[in-house]
């Protein structure tokens, strides 16, 4: 298996514009998490789905702020409008089996994201 | 809520030096935790993984240790490389909340 898979790598914007990060998780993987990595506050997470359902998205920092997951194989987070305080490397994970069944999770290379 | 500390945030060590990185989690009601190494510009990978159950895993020249009772784990570095140096960070499962991060200690390893 290729691993997560996320896309774009990088990704720099203007303030104000629409910005989506797609991730593909590990084919089987039943659990998907998003992450916010920054210098100041290390890694948190913004929202986890598991069977594509979102489970808990209290760490989405504001109405901004959206995730979907459509099918098993793919998800979207979606920054609109995108600020300059936005700007940070966002990851994808994912694992095998739901919140009862704590497994390893599996990361992807993440999107460094520039609000300009 | 849980809570992970990671100490201490870089350390330096010359090469062949074992070392031991500490982790340390406030709710001991945890379902597994996890260690990861991440390089510099890139994503995070998967060392060990300790189930709740466990006391310890073993991969190659690591080992991770965890102590529920105390809150506290630690990851074994035997003969530690140069090519280890990378941030180490650990994270724990508890609740129904999923991988709460430490900060992450940043280790270099000195030739």
């Known amino acids: 298996d290729a691993g997560v898979i996320q896309s774009p790598r990088h990704e720099v914007t203007e303030m104000g514009q629409e910005v989506t990060l797609r991730c593909k998780p590990i084919?089987?993987?039943?659990?998907l998490f998003w992450y916010r990595q920054t210098m100041m506050r290390g890694l948190e997470l913004l929202i986890y789905f598991n069977n594509n359902v979102p489970i808990d998205d209290s760490g989405m920092p504001e109405d901004r702020f959206s995730a979907k997951m459509p099918n098993a194989s793919f998800s979207t987070l979606k920054i609109q409008p995108s600020e300059p305080r936005d700007s940070a490397v966002y990851f994808c994970a994912s694992s095998l089996g739901g919140v009862s069944i704590k497994s390893e999770a599996f990361f992807g290379q993440g999107t460094r994201l520039t609000v300009v | 809520k849980q809570e992970v500390t990671q100490i201490p945030a870089a350390l330096s060590v010359p090469e062949g030096e074992n070392l031991v990185l500490n982790c340390s989690f406030t709710d001991s009601a945890i379902y597994n935790l996890q260690w990861f190494r991440q390089d510099p510009g890139k994503g995070l990978t998967s060392l060990l993984l300790?189930?709740?159950?466990?006391r310890e895993q073993t991969s190659g020249r690591l080992n991770a240790s965890l102590d529920k009772s105390s809150g506290r784990s630690t990851l074994y570095i035997a003969a530690s490389q140069p090519g280890d140096s990378a941030t180490y960070l650990c994270a724990s499962y508890s609740g129904n909340t999923p991988l709460v991060f430490g900060k992450g200690t940043r280790l270099s390893v000195i030739a």
């Open positions: 084919s089987g993987h039943n659990s």
């Open positions: 300790i189930q709740s159950s466990q």
